[in-house]
């Protein structure tokens, strides 16, 4: 799947994306993570390193609400681990679960108050075959649904895919244009929304705050 027309049609899409995007604002990550999460929905996770440029949309999120939430990271207080949901909005906050993926978050709320969205699964726009090399799954076809859907559905794949870390991408503010790992808006419209129970906990299980493009293939579940 790799090739050097691919490679320069990447580059130009690329350079396109940065002039015909721009960076979501302070306020949009400043109000309620269950707001934050439906807007979110359609917008597009950037990553660049060197010459190399990914991105995907965000097709499907989970909201975390802080002190009141038994879920949330954040239920116990602030930590050394979990400043970054405290604010301020807009950064990134990465952990690491069952001791093999990485998560990314957006920070949400003012700063002093506990908030974020998980970003589960996004639509690959842009350097797929790098990506794929980054799961280690140089043999799939890039014309293949099937195999594009393993991509990125799924938090702890898109981590992979992107190479997002918790060393390396912890706390970095995804607003700034100095930024290698940004969030960005090329007005796409997402349609309807479907809000289910948030996926893989056992505490506040019930609560409705996992929000999904209706119908995208590209969905974790």
Do not use: W
Not at 46 to 57: C, I, Q, Y
């Amino acid at each position: 799947m790799t090739g050097l027309p691919r490679r320069r049609r990447d580059l130009r899409i690329a350079a396109a994306t940065e002039t015909t995007t721009r960076l979501l604002k302070r306020e949009f990550f400043n109000r309620d993570p269950r707001e934050v999460s439906r807007d979110l929905l359609g917008k597009v996770i950037v990553r660049k390193a060197g010459r190399k440029f990914l991105a995907g949309r965000i097709v499907e999120v989970e909201a975390y609400l802080g002190a009141d939430d038994a879920a949330a990271h954040s239920a116990a207080g602030k930590t050394q681990r979990t400043t970054v949901i405290f604010g301020p909005p807009g950064h990134a906050y990465v952990y690491f679960i069952y001791g093999v993926h990485y998560c990314l978050n957006i920070s949400c709320l003012p700063q002093g108050q506990a908030g974020c969205v998980l970003i589960r699964a996004l639509e690959p726009l842009i350097g797929i075959a790098e990506m794929a090399r980054a799961r280690g799954l140089e043999q799939m076809e890039p014309n293949s649904v099937r195999d594009l859907r393993k991509l990125l559905s799924g938090p702890g794949k898109l981590c992979e895919a992107l190479s997002i870390t918790r060393p390396n991408d912890n706390g970095k503010d995804m607003l700034s244009a100095k930024s290698d790992l940004q969030v960005r808006d090329d007005g796409f419209r997402t349609g309807e929304i479907l809000t289910t129970p948030r996926i893989g906990i056992t505490k506040s299980a019930a609560l409705p705050l996992r929000y999904v493009i209706a119908g995208n293939r590209f969905v974790s579940k």
